[in-house]
Nanobody, 123 residues
C-alpha cells in the first residue's frame, strides 16, 4: 500500500519561501510520476506541478510558473516543491500525489494522495 507523507508547510510572509517534501513508501518510486496539488478554503483542489518518473519532464500551473520548482530524489523516494516569491493567494493545503502514468496526464491519473500540509502566506 502506498503511503505519502508531506512536510515543510507553515506560515510565511509574502515574498518568502518554503520547501515542501513528500516521502513515499512505495517499492519503486522511480516508476511513478509525482505531483503537487493544492486546495484553498471554499475552492476545488487544483494542479500545481508535476514531474515525470525520469524527472525529464516537469509541468506547472500558470499561476506558479517561474516561482515554484518541482524536483525529485529517487534514491530517497522523495519529491520536493520549492516555493519562492510566495503570495497570499498561494495559501492552501498542499497535497502530494502519485500516478503510474509515464508523464503528467491530468488529475484523474493520480490514484494515491497524502494527507496534506498547510501553507499560509500572510500579506
Amino acid at each position: 500500500q502506498v503511503q505519502l507523507e508531506e512536510s515543510g508547510g507553515g506560515l510565511v510572509q509574502a515574498g518568502g519561501s518554503l520547501r515542501l517534501s513528500c516521502a513515499a513508501s512505495v517499492r519503486t518510486f522511480s516508476a511513478y510520476t509525482m505531483g503537487w496539488f493544492r486546495q484553498a478554503p471554499g475552492k476545488e483542489r487544483e494542479f500545481v506541478a508535476a514531474i515525470s518518473r525520469s524527472a525529464g519532464n516537469t509541468y506547472y500551473a500558470d499561476s506558479v510558473k517561474g516561482r515554484f520548482t518541482i524536483s525529485r530524489e529517487n534514491a530517497k523516494s522523495t519529491v520536493y516543491l520549492q516555493m519562492n516569491s510566495l503570495k497570499p493567494e498561494d495559501t492552501a493545503v498542499y497535497y502530494c500525489a502519485l500516478s503510474d502514468a509515464v508523464y503528467y496526464t491530468g488529475y484523474a491519473a493520480f490514484g494515491s494522495w497524502g494527507q496534506g500540509t498547510q501553507v499560509t502566506v500572510s500579506s
